[in-house]
């Protein structure tokens, strides 16, 4: 079974930067496919990026945003600069089989980080 916990959330001002971590416990990452997905409130969970087979972002974070991983120490990041109010969500690593955007394409689920991004 792949444990996963999420950190580095928190509030920041617009135009700042947060990095999230994921830490994965109980196998190695090397071979699954990870990614973020975010939840903001009565809102459904939305795909932000995904790192595998290939790397690639939603089109609301693309340029700001960037996904990366070390499977040395079972991690995977997510760099978020010039965040933006809209960006405020509760963020969540998981891990699949294969790289996608749709959350059912994913097995494991960290427990979620709060980001939250003042105007």
């Known amino acids: 079974q792949l444990q996963l916990v999420e950190s580095g959330g928190g509030l920041v001002q617009a135009g700042g930067s947060l990095r999230l971590s994921c830490v994965a416990s109980?196998?190695?990452?090397?071979?699954?496919?990870m990614s973020w997905f975010r939840q903001a409130p009565g809102k459904e969970r939305e795909f932000v990026a995904v790192?595998?087979?290939?790397?690639y972002y939603s089109d609301s974070v693309k340029g700001r945003f960037t996904i990366s991983r070390d499977n040395a120490k079972n991690t995977v990041y997510l760099q978020m600069n010039s965040l933006k109010p809209e960006d405020t969500a509760v963020y969540y690593c998981?891990?699949?089989?294969?790289?996608?955007?749709?959350?059912?394409?994913?097995?494991?689920w960290g427990q979620g980080t709060q980001v939250t991004v003042s105007s």
């Open positions: 998981a891990a699949g089989g294969a790289p996608g955007w749709r959350s059912y394409e994913y097995d494991y």
């Open positions: 790192s595998g087979s290939s790397t």
């Open positions: 109980g196998r190695p990452l090397s071979p699954y496919a």
